[in-house]
């Protein structure tokens, strides 16, 4: 039997040859037919098999509770990169900027150039290492770049020569990250040198803390110290820096008054936990709902296999849903035999190894399921939702990987 309508009788009992039932004998698909209709109907972009809903309402309100943290006139960066956590980076782009935001963080020249041939137009700074490569395109196009290095400096300030340009630059120390950032027995020296430095336009010093979301912050202390002592040692120096920034999402909801004249913020920016807000309690609202569709079901006897490696078999008669979502979609291969997706406000277990394009849920338990239904990943579905912390602490990842992850061909719809 194929696509099971409510009609069909559930297979409470095995059949007597206890074998799979024969596809051949399925009867025509009407209601099929009629659910995928209705999805048309729906006003659902049927073109995208899986799709991520974006609410740019949760997007503004979180970033009020971010200006809500943070004295009036600090800046807030909006860090976009990695496709603005897989959330669509040209669409969060745009809206924040109805909204008003202040600056853009991006992670190379290739996401800051996408964005401005976008027509976002808001001062863009690339959070990452650029390689020689890049440093045209970034200062023909004025684009701010944290420098890492001595060397660093040094060659885009060759690059802006050659140009007859200026590179924007924010000097980055490492006050105890232990990645990228210069060391800060060289920070003061290499601030004056790039102050120095007519085809430089020093503009911002930064640093990034490395465990802003822990309960003890010792170390979050340490490295504010240490920067504080630098900024200080530099404005001595007569340099005077209109950007100043350290805090990410957890140092903002920290207790500690981290920041200096901006905040870098994006993983609350699109309504995830930093790691340090109440349990249950969050201020911050759930921008992304990672949703697909049911493209098959069938109802099963007891002892069939499912999926690759027949690392499920059923044990007893199953109606099973083939969702039209797999890993490359971003429904994490881990979560195979562990977790369960929303259909129809009801929890369906994710049986046997989740594979690319596809993954298999049961939905014996729930009444009425059929061909075209709407599947939620993550998000909200009647009364349960879903959370992108809760998929990532069952596979022991983090928040960022899971919504990183999620597929080009899952289509990015803004509501
Ligand atoms: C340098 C830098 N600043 C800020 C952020 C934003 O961090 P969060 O998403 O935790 O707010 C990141 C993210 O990885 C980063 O690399």
């Known amino acids: 039997m194929d696509d099971p309508t409510p009609e069909d009788p559930r297979p409470d009992e095995p059949r007597p040859d206890d074998s799979p ?6 009867s025509p698909l009407p209601d099929a ?3 995928a209709d209705d999805f048309d109907l729906a006003g659902l972009d049927c073109r995208s098999r899986a ?8 997007l503004t309100h979180n970033l009020g509770v971010i200006r809500s943290r943070i004295p009036s006139d600090m800046k807030v960066l909006a860090v976009l990169k990695a496709d603005a956590y897989g959330h669509g980076a040209i669409g969060v782009a745009r809206h924040l900027e109805r909204v008003g935001i202040d600056m853009i963080g991006v992670g190379d020249s290739s996401e800051a150039l996408e964005l401005r041939d976008a027509a ?22 004025d684009i701010a770049t944290v420098i890492h290095s001595k060397e660093r400096a040094a060659m885009l300030a060759d690059v802006a020569r050659a140009l007859g340009l200026r590179a924007r630059v924010h000097l980055k120390i490492d006050t105890g990250m232990g990645r990228l950032g210069v060391t800060p027995q060289i920070a003061r020296t290499l601030a004056r040198s790039i102050a120095s430095n007519p085809h430089l336009s020093f503009e911002g010093l930064c640093t990034h803390y ?7 912050p010792f170390h979050t202390a340490d490295q504010l110290t240490t920067f504080v002592r630098l900024h200080e040692e530099i404005r001595a120096d007569g340099i005077a820096l209109p950007l100043v920034h350290a805090s990410n999402s957890a140092a903002v909801f920290s207790t500690l008054r981290t920041h200096f004249t901006m905040v870098r913020t994006g993983l609350a920016l699109y309504g995830m936990d930093p790691g340090n807000l109440p349990v ?27 999926g690759y490696n027949r690392t499920y078999v059923t044990p007893r008669p199953t109606r099973l849903a083939v969702i039209a979502a797999g890993y490359s979609d971003g429904l994490p291969y881990a979560l195979s035999n ?16 989740v594979s ?4 298999t849920v049961d939905v014996t338990e729930i009444e009425g399921t059929t061909v075209g239904d709407e599947v939620t990943i993550i998000g909200e579905s009647g009364k349960r939702r879903i959370r992108t912390e809760d998929l990532a602490r069952t596979i022991g990842t983090i928040p960022y990987e899971i919504t990183t992850r999620l597929g080009r061909r899952v289509a990015r719809r803004f509501i």
């Open 33 to 35: 037919q009629q659910a």
């Open 21 to 26: 039932p024969d596809d051949s004998a399925a």
């Open 356 to 359: 690319m394009d596809y993954t």
């Open 280 to 306: 249950g309690a969050s201020p911050l609202q759930p921008v992304l709902s990672l949703r697909t569709q049911i493209v098959y079901m069938k109802d099963v006897v007891a002892e069939t296999p499912v």
């Open 338 to 353: 562990r977790s369960y997706v929303l259909i129809r406000g009801e929890r369906a277990p994710i049986v046997g190894s």
């Open 51 to 58: 799709w991520a809903d974006i609410s740019t309402s949760a």
């Open 210 to 216: 490395g465990s802003a979301a822990s309960p003890v």
């Open 120 to 141: 976002v137009g808001s001062p863009l700074l690339i959070l990452g290492a650029i390689v020689p490569g890049e440093m045209e395109a970034v200062v023909r196009n």
